[in-house]
């Protein structure tokens, strides 16, 4: 399985961006999907996942309220809207697949993972 991350970019803050992710297979429609961002000197951290029907949804508290989660099994991507994005969300955001279909915030839950897309939020 191979993902594809794109829409990063620079913003200013209070502003937006969607990032997506596409899957090289129908076989991730099976399973839970997430994202996560490393901001420079800091580890990878979890912002959020949804499970393999899109019904069931986790969110980070520092995006919660801001960041939506949402994906399209019949296009096998998952995208990630951010609003009122900080500086504080400046990151490279990766997407990853879950080994279930059952989300959750754990990397160690996740067997693939994109390559990182950067958002740089400007003060």
């Known amino acids: 399985v191979q993902l594809q991350a794109s829409g990063g970019g620079l913003v200013q803050a209070g502003g937006s961006l969607r990032l997506s992710c596409a899957a090289s297979t129908r076989a991730s429609s099976n399973n839970a999907m997430g994202w996560f961002r490393q901001a420079p000197g800091k580890e990878r951290e979890f912002v959020a996942s949804?499970?393999?029907?899109?019904?069931?949804?986790s969110y980070a508290d520092s995006v919660k309220g801001r960041f939506t989660i949402s994906r399209d099994n019949i296009k096998n991507t998952v995208d990630l809207q951010m609003n009122s994005l900080t500086p504080e969300d400046t990151a490279v955001y990766y997407c990853a697949l879950a080994r279930s279909s059952y989300s959750g915030r754990h990397q160690s839950q996740y067997a693939y993972w994109g390559q990182g897309t950067l958002v740089t939020v400007s003060s």
């Open positions: 949804i499970s393999w029907a899109g019904v069931s949804t």
